[in-house]
């Protein structure tokens, strides 16, 4: 049940092929939140390609996954990692760092821990948030109520 779960909010993050042009194309917006069973979604398409970019937060059970759709690793070798850029400038990072190159397939990091999904939120909802790897980035402009409803499930879950 629970990779189910998590593989319908990859399924909805990833609906399309994905590409190595995705960075060469204008940095898209997400907006809006859509629900589906026990997660919420934002996403928005990559301008040019079938590829989306976003995140998505998942309760199974009482187990929370935030998963954030970055798209394929640059042709080159290069180090990513998950981050967010506030408004106000500061940055704050997720995860391990991978150094990867278009062979690695696509990057899609995780969080598990709520400690870490919580801060995620609380970065990845400020004013003018920028999520990025350093490679592929999308802004969130879904707004305080947006991060409000995310951190309403994250405190639900379980």
């Given at each position: 049940?629970?990779?189910?779960?998590?593989?319908?909010?990859?399924?909805?993050?990833?609906?399309?092929?994905?590409?190595?042009?995705?960075?060469?194309?204008?940095?898209?917006?997400?907006?809006?939140?859509?629900?589906?069973?026990?997660?919420?979604?934002?996403?928005?398409?990559?301008?040019?390609?079938?590829?989306?970019?976003?995140?998505?937060?998942?309760?199974?059970?009482?187990?929370?996954?935030?998963?954030?759709?970055?798209?394929?690793?640059?042709?080159?070798?290069?180090?990513?990692q998950l981050?967010?850029?506030?408004?106000?400038?500061?940055?704050?990072?997720?995860?391990?760092?991978?150094?990867?190159?278009?062979?690695?397939?696509?990057?899609?990091?995780?969080?598990?821990?709520r400690a870490?999904?919580?801060?995620?939120?609380?970065a990845a909802?400020?004013?003018?948030?920028?999520?990025?790897?350093?490679?592929?980035?999308?802004?969130?402009?879904?707004?305080?109520?947006?991060?409000?409803?995310?951190?309403?499930?994250?405190?639900?879950?379980?």
């Amino acid at each position: 049940m629970r990779l189910t779960i998590c593989l319908l909010a990859l399924a909805l993050l990833v609906p399309g092929s994905l590409s190595d042009a995705s960075a060469q194309v204008p940095t898209p917006r997400v907006r809006q939140v859509e629900a589906f069973g026990a997660g919420l979604v934002l996403r928005a398409p990559l301008p040019g390609t079938e590829s989306f970019v976003g995140l998505a937060l998942v309760c199974a059970g009482n187990q929370p996954r935030l998963q954030v759709q970055l798209g394929f690793f640059p042709p080159q070798p290069m180090a990513l990692q998950l981050a967010v850029r506030a408004g106000d400038g500061t940055v704050e990072r997720f995860g391990p760092v991978f150094t990867a190159d278009s062979r690695s397939g696509i990057h899609a990091p995780a969080l598990f821990e709520r400690a870490e999904i919580a801060r995620f939120i609380a970065a990845a909802f400020s004013t003018a948030a920028l999520v990025s790897n350093g490679y592929v980035s999308f802004f969130n402009d879904a707004g305080p109520a947006a991060g409000r409803q995310f951190r309403q499930l994250l405190d639900g879950c379980g």
